[in-house]
């Protein structure tokens, strides 16, 4: 008998799994423009963001006589000189200037605002004189940036959970619809199987992830933003990490739930709750990103904590260990759900026909 | 050499419902078996725990006398009766991947892809998607899957349905080469002309049991009783008048009648002296009686 092959090790087995899985998803062109296509979204969104700041124009006001020096102090005005109160206000209701300041020794900062219909309030801001301010605990950040920063990492883990758990799942699917299954069975341990199928999208999907933080952080350096991108930056490799952990979870969750169908048609159903779990942090995220114990909760619970936690780091409310205690947590709940996975993976492939019960598949 | 696969006393039973009951039976290296029942017997949970793709209630199934380890049963070649490749994959670029996934390097994958695509007549579709190949070339690609990686033990569960009669030609002679190897060759069917022209052994299996096992003259000789069949050119009246025998069909000249081979003798040379014997010979059953009979 020939012998022009070996055993292959369990390792070269499950590689060459991965590898096929990497191999065919490469080479759907759905998969390579929607991929595309985000990472060029994320691209664009700081690129645009960043010119429409710097694009800014100063608001143009009108200003009369000893008003003129008044306004132009602020130095946050375009000041367009009027001769006289008449065509100041001429100015305003044509609509050339936000407002106007003319001189007023009535009023005690020596002038008066003329608008058309609202106050004006950045004009008013800088001509008022205030009381001098002591915050005793400063926000770090600007509220808008948490609610953008954390919708980011929201879609950014759901979009790629969503759409990696479906492809995993019908990959799953493929093999037991097309009954290829049974030739692998027959060839490979189960287990390896699994392993293979979740590393290959795994690759791919952190690859994906990876991929949008670097073009993230690139795209904050060059238009200028660096001042957002230390500001970001710990929690996006905080993101990184925990994703590649979370991830494979939901990948195992994905496969065995999807070992139950036998036919493509099924696979929604059977999807359902592992999808309701990823959509949970999702929401929550948006939310409740101004709640710190809803946020603190979420840290720690394992299929949220790839949301919760960079959250968390980028506000600066995580002690040093907190994220590694998560991640912990994370992985060890990534071993258990994967032992339970593949029992319910190897027990439901055989499976012909309707939806197998879960109960069945533990059982074996 | 010539590998025995055996199967010993092996049982599996599906909730409540036993499908296999102590099924025992060797496969022959060197010789290709077939494997014949009615639908629901048992033949694909059989084939499926030989390739260790089902694990037994009890009962194990062994190579040569020895119990069946991992490593062995990687080196199987299984072709199931639900036929499946992977639908978007060209078919050399498959038929490696399952070589290498067999634990072939990518060379003698390579080599043995193309060796068998070329003897199945399929090389000119090499590079296209299987779910783009003909139904037929799609059974011909599964067929080419089970013997990529150049098995030592070949199990095929309805190889030859849906094949035309010029491509099972060609399949029976791919498994023929491999059985010529000493490799054991088990295939199940239930058209049971291709079984009986096809297969130098046989076990039918019924309802979860082994009802016979063994080499196809041989059960052939075991199944047969004293019938004879002769022709003559003259009248046969005076057979049923002869002592000892039993006419079961009778036109003029042709009977076919059951009779001790003494007696058979004496009617022969009855015959001759009447008139000019055509024909006379015992009458071996077809396996489809065969079949018929131990399945009661």
């Given amino acids: 008998m020939t012998t022009s092959y070996s055993r292959p090790t369990p390792l070269a087995t499950t590689w060459l799994i991965a590898e096929r899985e990497i191999r065919m998803r490469l080479r759907s062109k759905a998969f390579v423009i929607s991929t595309a296509v985000l990472l060029l979204a994320v691209l664009a969104s700081i690129v645009i963001g960043s010119i429409t700041s710097q694009n800014a124009e100063p608001a143009k006001v009108a200003a009369v006589g000893s008003a003129i020096g008044t306004v132009s102090d602020t130095g946050q005005f375009d000041v367009v000189e009027a001769t006289d109160r008449a065509e100041a206000e001429q100015l305003v209701k044509d609509g050339e200037v936000e407002a106007a300041v003319v001189p007023d020794d009535a009023s005690p900062t020596g002038v008066s605002v003329i608008a058309l219909d609202d106050s004006p309030g950045s004009v008013l801001n800088s001509l008022s004189i205030r009381p001098s301010l002591e915050i005793l605990e400063p926000l770090d950040h600007d509220p808008l940036l948490i609610y953008f920063v954390s919708l980011g990492f929201g879609v950014a883990f759901f979009m790629s959970a969503i759409t990696f758990g479906q492809i995993i799942a019908q990959s799953v699917v493929e093999e037991k619809q097309t009954r290829i299954v049974e030739i692998l069975m027959a060839t490979v341990p189960v287990r390896l199987l699994l392993a293979g199928k979740i590393i290959g999208n795994s690759l791919l999907a952190f690859g994906q992830i990876a991929g949008i933080s670097a073009i993230a952080g690139i795209a904050l350096l060059a238009t200028g933003q660096d001042i957002l991108l230390a500001d970001v930056g710990p929690s996006l490799v905080w993101f990184v990490i925990f994703f590649a952990a979370g991830f494979v979870m939901l990948a195992a969750l994905y496969s065995a739930a999807a070992a139950l169908v036998s036919r493509t048609e099924d696979l929604g159903s059977a999807l359902t709750p592992v999808t309701m779990l990823v959509m949970i942090p999702y929401f929550a995220v948006i939310f409740f990103n101004d709640n710190?114990?809803?946020?603190?909760?979420?840290?720690?619970?394992?299929?949220?904590?790839?949301?919760?936690?960079?959250?968390?780091?980028?506000?600066?409310?995580?002690?040093?260990?907190?994220?590694?205690?998560?991640?912990?947590?994370?992985?060890?709940?990534?071993?258990?759900?994967?032992?339970?996975g593949s029992r319910v993976y190897a027990n439901g492939l055989l499976r012909m026909g309707g939806k197998v019960k879960l109960a069945e598949a533990l059982r074996g | 050499m010539n590998s025995l696969l055996e199967l010993h006393s092996v049982t599996r039973s599906y909730g409540s419902r036993a499908v296999l009951k102590d099924v025992s039976f060797g496969v022959r290296g060197g010789r290709i078996t077939g494997?014949?029942?009615?639908?629901?017997?048992?033949?694909?949970?059989?084939?499926?725990?030989?390739?260790?793709?089902?694990?037994?209630?009890?009962?194990?199934?062994?190579?040569?006398?020895?119990?069946?380890?991992?490593?062995?049963?990687?080196?199987?070649?299984?072709?199931?009766?639900?036929r499946g490749l992977y639908p978007k994959m060209k078919l050399a670029e498959q038929l490696v991947y399952l070589g290498r996934l067999h634990g072939m390097t990518a060379a003698a994958a390579k080599q043995s892809t193309d060796a068998l695509l070329e003897r199945l007549t399929l090389t000119e579709r090499a590079n296209d998607l299987v779910e783009a190949l003909s139904l037929g070339n799609q059974q011909r690609a599964q067929i080419a899957a089970a013997l990529v990686h150049e098995p030592d033990v070949l199990v095929l569960d309805e190889p030859f349905s849906g094949l035309d009669p010029i491509a099972v030609e060609s399949v029976l002679a791919v498994l023929k080469?491999?059985?010529?190897?000493?490799?054991?060759?088990?295939?199940?069917?239930?058209?049971?002309?291709?079984?009986?022209?096809?297969?130098?052994?046989?076990?039918?299996?019924?309802?979860?049991?082994?009802?016979?096992?063994?080499?196809?003259?041989?059960?052939?000789?075991?199944?047969?009783?004293?019938?004879?069949?002769?022709?003559?050119?003259?009248?046969?009246?005076?057979?049923?008048?002869?002592?000892?025998?039993?006419?079961?069909?009778?036109?003029?000249?042709?009977?076919?009648?059951?009779?001790?081979?003494?007696?058979?003798?004496?009617?022969?040379?009855?015959?001759?002296?009447?008139?000019?014997?055509?024909?006379?010979?015992?009458?071996?059953?077809?396996?489809?009686?065969?079949?018929?009979?131990?399945i009661k």
């Fill in chain 2, 177 to 294: 080469d491999r059985a010529a190897t000493g490799v054991p060759v088990l295939f199940s069917s239930h058209q049971l002309d291709i079984v009986e022209r096809l297969c130098d052994d046989l076990v039918v299996i019924a309802d979860g049991g082994i009802r016979a096992s063994g080499s196809r003259e041989q059960l052939r000789a075991d199944h047969s009783s004293d019938r004879f069949e002769l022709q003559v050119a003259g009248d046969l009246g005076w057979l049923r008048a002869e002592p000892g025998v039993e006419v079961l069909e009778f036109d003029g000249g042709y009977a076919v009648f059951d009779a001790s081979v003494d007696v058979a003798q004496a009617v022969l040379a009855k015959a001759i002296a009447a008139s000019s014997v055509l024909r006379f010979a015992p009458k071996q059953p077809s396996l489809a009686q065969i079949f018929k009979e131990v």
């Fill in chain 2, 35 to 82: 494997f014949v029942g009615s639908n629901g017997a048992g033949k694909t949970t059989t084939m499926r725990i030989i390739l260790g793709v089902l694990a037994p209630d009890s009962g194990e199934v062994t190579l040569d006398g020895k119990p069946l380890a991992v490593e062995q049963r990687a080196r199987f070649g299984y072709m199931p009766e639900e």
């Fill in chain 1, 292 to 340: 710190d114990l809803v946020i603190t909760i979420m840290s720690y619970v394992p299929f949220a904590a790839p949301v919760g936690m960079p959250m968390r780091v980028f506000l600066g409310t995580a002690q040093w260990w907190e994220p590694l205690l998560s991640l912990a947590l994370l992985v060890a709940t990534t071993v258990v759900v994967l032992l339970i």
